[in-house]
Every structure is written in structure tokens, then in C-alpha cells.
């Protein structure tokens, strides 16, 4: 960990073995401070010097969300039929496996039916880690069956959202699923169903060009990276440096594009509020 | 964490730009055998025409000749590789919208604007009317000389374009109106306005709207069906695609600069995404397939706008006879049933 000697001063100044603390601490990529890993985790992941948002998997989501960390998981056993037999340098289906063994999960979300200060509600949290929470038939099909229990049940929806957009493996197969999911989600408004979308970082391409940004509330968390296409497309298109903060969930909110940019550790008591004001 | 770039973030339209500039200058490049003999024939015919005062010979010869060059046309068509049908999609004298509203309807009238923001002329929108029918038309608009290539953005609607195409059929849906909607696209903008004015949004509303929209709706994919911005006008009771024309999540330069790290693994990623008519209808993304006239809509705009025409015609039909909610159940049920490519375990 080459980090441990060239940041000076404040730290490792105890003669402390290396290998004992290395697992304590953890170096903030925003602010280059190190923080006690303790403190990261009483503070939601969240770096108590600077409010980097550290980026957390769907399971730590629905423990952050629902009371109790109290949930029941539902459609968690479909499985990608890889349609195209998509074979790059590497072939999809070896890639599924590894996604699954490294999450446990058989693709990039999961679905969940808890309670958000006592009132039921349904949650769909996208699993970055997975494939780079890419939008494939499993996802899209997944995501949609949430929307209709919200529609069956009269539960609010929460879709937390992050993603790279669609999975290219699957090729057109996930450019349907936007249509599907918004489809779904017209079923869901004409219901009169809340639907809250939260976006994390990253949330870009068909993902955000779909569900992420038709909640009634569309909000977000400091920081995030957040668009239809991703920057480098766009500095390679327009020939020059993108602003800074472009496409940072500050920029979208200063541009009309969401409700509110909530902080993690306010991020419950926010939705809370909403879903009384939007549900009896 | 390479994983990460294995995902579209709107496609890699910059490359697919430079592709298609490269291929207006050469020309579809076609290799294959029957390719240089249709085009080696081509000038003979061109060559037996031009000549002054032709023969009853001459003129049997050309008439020998032709049949020759539609047997070949369709050996070339029918046995395209998917690059190169994503090269006919992209051919500069591929009929655009314009071009087909000219050819199929009548009394055309364009309406303009997003009523927030601007015109966008990469989207046309207007009033026509097929067969003395009322319809509203909406497609993507491409050109053919530099200006208006510029003009047209290249066919790259910005968010105004999807809000104006929005906006044209909410008022066909007010007046009972059908909507014909025509894809040709690489994609949407990915440009900074198109960011900062909210690209996703426009067409994520699309998406919804679309489905709930109480007309009929009837989506030709033209030529390129690029990604997210096709799709923000192709949620249709009817999804067609014309024989040449190709849909895909992302352009297959794109794909090949992504997933093989080169670009110049085009014709494999094109081959890998699927992307042509007939890959389409067997996946069952599609309703119909609309055939060209021999060798490609550009080498003849009449036939290709009559057998649009007709096809059009024929789905419009049998649209209208669906009583409305009939309608809208069945198009929810189309997208709700589309590509389920998975297994429970
Ligand atoms: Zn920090
Ligand atoms: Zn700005």
C-alpha cells in the first residue's frame, strides 16, 4: 500500500505494524484524507471530512432504507439466457459467472418488500458491482415486476438506480427493456402509486434515458455522476474539456433535471416525508 | 472494476459519424463477387444506353442485361453480412424522411418547435395525409450536402427534437389522429446542451408517453435504428423495419472500440450485436419486415416509397379496426412480453 508512505505526517506515526492497520483505514479518493473505517460506517459510508459519497451495493441500501434492515427479497432467482451467445474477447457467459460468484446475485439487482418507517413499500436496488450495473432482459424484467407489485399491492416504489445503462452483451434485447420499463411505469402514474427514483452514482446512459428519470421525484445524492451519455463520448464529440461538475448531480439539479440532491444520512427521513404527502 | 465499460453510455456516435463520412466518400463498399460483376454491368448498361439511336440489338442486350443485374441484386442483398447492411442503412442515397413524405403523402405540413426551447431539425414532425387519410408523421432527418448535414445535426436529435415529437402526438392524440413515426438515427446527440437540457429526460418521457398514447402508432425503422434515440419514437402498435435497415443498442463501432478494444472489429461486432431486420424479427422485437426494391432502397426511391406505402397502408388497416382499449392492451402487452430472454432458477 504505497499510499501509507507518501501521505505524511498525521498518520502510521505509532511504529503500529502496517499489516495490522492497513484493513482499519481507508484513503478518500475525493479528499485524500484517511479515514478510520469505523467512522465511515457509523457515517453511511460517507466521508466524515469532505461528504464524499462512497458507492455502496444493493444490499447495503436496503439495510439503509428499510427498517429494521427487515426485508423480504422476491424474483431474485431469474437468470440470463445470454440471447445473442455474445462471445467478444471474452465470452457473456463467462462473465455472468464471475458477476455472480463475486456478488452472490444472478444479475444486477435485487427486489425487496420492507417497510419505510412502518409503511410497506417496495424497493429495486441496482447492483453496480455486478457487470457494471447493467441493464440486461434479467434486470429489465425484474424492475418491471417490482412496478407491477407496487401497481397490485398500492405500495410505493423506489428504484435506486446505478448503472452504465443498457448491457451490451444483450445487445437490442436491452434497448427493449426501456421501452417495457416505461411502460410499466405509465401503468404505475395512471395507478396513482408513488414511485420515487433515486439516482446514485454512476447512473448514465439507458438507465437514466428510461425509469431513473421518470419518478414523480427524481432525486439523487451529492455528487453523482449522473447522464444520457458518458463524458468521454461527449469530449470526443464536441472536441473540447467538459465543465467542471458536468453531469454531477449539482449540475442536473441547477438545470431543472431533479427534485432534490439529498444526503445519504438523509436520504430515509426524505423519502419518509414524501411518501406521506403522496400516499394516505 | 473493467466491467464498468462493458455498459452503453449513450453510444459511441463520434465513430460512427467519421464511418459513415468515410463511406459517403468511398461509396458502400461492397467486396463480394456479385458485387463487382453488378457493378461491372451497371456501366455496361449505363454505357449501351447512352449510346445515340440504339439498336433493336442494343436494346435486347440491355433488357438481357438488367435481368441480369436484378438476379445479381438480389444475391447481394440477400446474402449481406450485417456490416454490410449497416453499410446499405447508412448509404448517402438512402431515402430519408423527407424523401419517403414526398413520395407516399399528400398535403404535408410541418409543424415546428418544442414550445420550451427551439426547433430541432434533426426531427421533422408534420400533418400529411396517406391515401386521403389524416396521420400525423414524425421522423428522423438526415442530408446529403455538408450544410445540410450540419443543419440536420446528422440526423442526431438534441432533447428539443423528442420534445417536439412529443408534442405532435399529443396533438394527433387529441384529434383522433394516427401517428406514423420513421427511425433514422445514429443516435442521440451526445452533446453538451443535449446533457445540460436534459437528453434522458426527454426521452424517458417519450417512453412512457408513448405506451399510453390513444391513437394507433405505427414505427418504420428506416435506416439506422440507433439506441435510445430511436427507440424515443418507436413504441409503436406496429414496429417495422425496412429489409436494410438495422436497430441496435449501440453503433457496432462502438461496440468493437468497447468490447474488442478496436475499432476496426466492426463487421465482427455488427455480426455479434444482431442487428438486422431479420435478427430482430426472430428475436421478436419486430412485427413486420417492409421489403426493398433489388439491390437496396437507394437505387430506386419510387419503389422503395410504393412498398412502404404499402405496407403502411395494409398495418393502418387493421390498426383501426381495434377498438381503443383493445389497443392500448395489446401494445402494453407487446413491450410488456418483448425480449424475455431469461430462466428462473
Ligand atoms: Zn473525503
Ligand atoms: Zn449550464
Not at chain 1, 484513503?27 to 479515514?35: A, F, P, T, V
Amino acid at each position: 500500500m504505497a499510499w501509507f508512505k507518501r501521505e505524511s505526517g498525521e498518520l502510521d506515526t505509532s511504529g503500529e505494524k502496517k499489516v495490522r492497520t492497513e484493513g482499519l483505514w481507508v484513503k478518500c479518493e475525493h479528499c485524500r484524507q484517511i479515514i478510520w473505517k469505523k467512522d465511515l460506517e457509523d457515517n453511511f459510508q460517507v466521508c466524515p471530512k469532505c461528504d464524499k459519497h462512497f458507492r455502496i451495493d444493493a444490499r447495503a441500501r436496503l439495510a439503509q432504507l428499510l427498517d429494521d434492515n427487515q426485508y423480504e427479497i422476491f424474483d431474485s432467482n431469474l437468470v440470463s439466457t445470454d440471447p445473442l451467445k455474445f462471445v467478444d474477447l471474452k465470452a457473456y457467459s463467462s462473465r455472468l459467472k464471475t458477476a455472480q460468484t463475486d456478488t452472490g446475485l444472478k444479475d444486477a439487482i435485487i427486489n425487496a418488500r420492507g417497510k419505510l418507517n412502518g409503511r410497506p413499500v417496495i424497493v429495486s436496488a441496482m447492483e453496480y458491482s455486478f457487470i457494471g450495473g447493467s441493464m440486461g432482459a434479467v434486470v429489465g424484467e425484474a424492475i418491471t415486476r417490482a412496478i407491477e407489485q407496487g401497481i397490485e399491492s398500492k405500495a410505493p416504489v423506489i428504484i435506486i438506480s446505478a448503472s452504465g445503462g443498457a448491457r451490451m452483451m444483450e445487445g437490442v434485447i436491452s434497448l427493449m427493456q426501456l421501452a417495457k420499463i416505461s411502460a410499466a411505469l405509465a401503468r404505475l402514474d395512471e395507478a396513482k402509486v408513488p414511485y420515487i427514483s433515486v439516482l446514485t452514482d454512476p447512473t448514465t446512459g439507458g438507465v437514466t434515458a428510461s425509469f431513473a428519470m421518470l419518478g414523480d421525484l427524481n432525486i439523487a445524492e451529492p455528487g453523482a455522476l449522473i447522464g444520457f451519455a458518458g463524458p468521454r463520448v461527449i469530449e470526443q464529440t464536441i472536441r473540447q474539456k467538459l465543465p467542471q461538475g458536468f453531469q454531477r448531480s449539482e449540475f442536473l439539479l441547477e438545470h431543472g433535471m431533479l427534485d432534490a440532491v439529498v444526503h445519504r444520512k438523509q436520504l430515509k427521513s426524505y423519502i419518509a416525508r414524501a411518501l406521506n404527502f403522496m400516499a394516505a | 472494476m473493467a466491467d464498468a465499460t462493458l455498459v452503453v453510455t449513450g453510444a459511441d456516435f463520434l465513430l460512427s459519424m467519421v464511418e459513415t463520412r468515410w463511406a459517403k466518400r468511398n461509396g458502400s463498399r461492397m467486396e463480394s463477387k456479385a458485387q463487382l460483376e453488378l457493378e461491372k454491368i451497371e456501366q455496361q448498361v449505363a454505357k449501351l444506353q447512352s449510346l445515340a439511336g440504339q439498336s433493336e440489338e442494343t436494346a435486347r442486350q440491355i433488357e438481357q442485361l438488367n435481368q441480369r443485374l436484378d438476379a445479381l441484386r438480389s444475391q447481394v442483398t440477400g446474402k449481406l453480412t450485417a456490416w454490410q447492411r449497416t453499410e446499405l442503412a447508412r448509404h448517402p442515397q438512402r431515402p430519408y424522411t423527407l424523401d419517403y413524405v414526398e413520395r407516399v403523402f399528400s398535403d404535408w405540413s410541418e409543424i415546428h418547435g418544442d414550445r420550451g426551447f427551439a426547433d430541432d431539425p434533426a426531427i421533422v414532425c408534420g400533418m400529411a395525409r396517406l391515401q386521403g387519410e389524416e396521420v400525423m408523421v414524425i421522423g428522423h432527418q438526415k442530408a446529403r450536402d455538408t450544410k445540410q448535414k450540419v443543419y440536420r445535426n446528422f440526423g442526431m436529435p438534441n432533447p428539443e427534437g423528442y420534445r417536439k415529437a412529443l408534442r405532435a402526438m399529443k396533438i394527433a392524440e387529441k384529434f383522433g389522429r394516427p401517428i406514423l413515426t420513421f427511425v433514422d438515427t445514429p443516435g442521440a446527440y451526445p452533446g453538451l446542451g443535449a446533457e445540460e437540457r436534459g437528453q434522458a429526460e426527454a426521452i424517458a418521457r417519450n417512453l412512457r408517453e408513448m405506451a399510453r398514447l390513444r391513437v394507433p402508432i405505427i414505427t418504420t425503422i428506416t435506416g439506422e435504428g440507433g439506441s435510445g434515440g430511436a427507440l424515443a419514437i418507436a413504441v409503436g402498435d406496429r414496429v417495422l423495419m425496412m429489409e436494410n435497415s438495422v436497430y441496435s443498442v449501440i453503433s457496432p463501432e462502438g461496440c468493437a472500440s468497447i468490447m474488442w478494444r478496436d475499432a476496426t472489429k466492426k463487421e465482427l461486432a455488427a455480426e455479434a450485436l444482431h442487428i438486422t431486420a431479420k435478427d430482430l424479427d426472430e428475436m421478436q422485437c419486430i412485427d413486420g419486415i417492409v421489403p426493398e426494391p433489388e439491390g437496396g432502397a437507394h437505387t430506386d426511391h419510387e419503389a422503395a416509397a410504393a412498398l412502404l406505402s404499402a405496407s403502411l397502408q395494409e398495418n393502418l388497416a387493421k390498426l383501426k379496426a381495434v377498438p381503443i382499449a383493445e389497443l392500448l392492451a395489446s401494445r402494453y402487452n407487446k413491450f410488456r412480453q418483448i425480449a424475455q430472454f431469461f430462466r428462473a432458477e
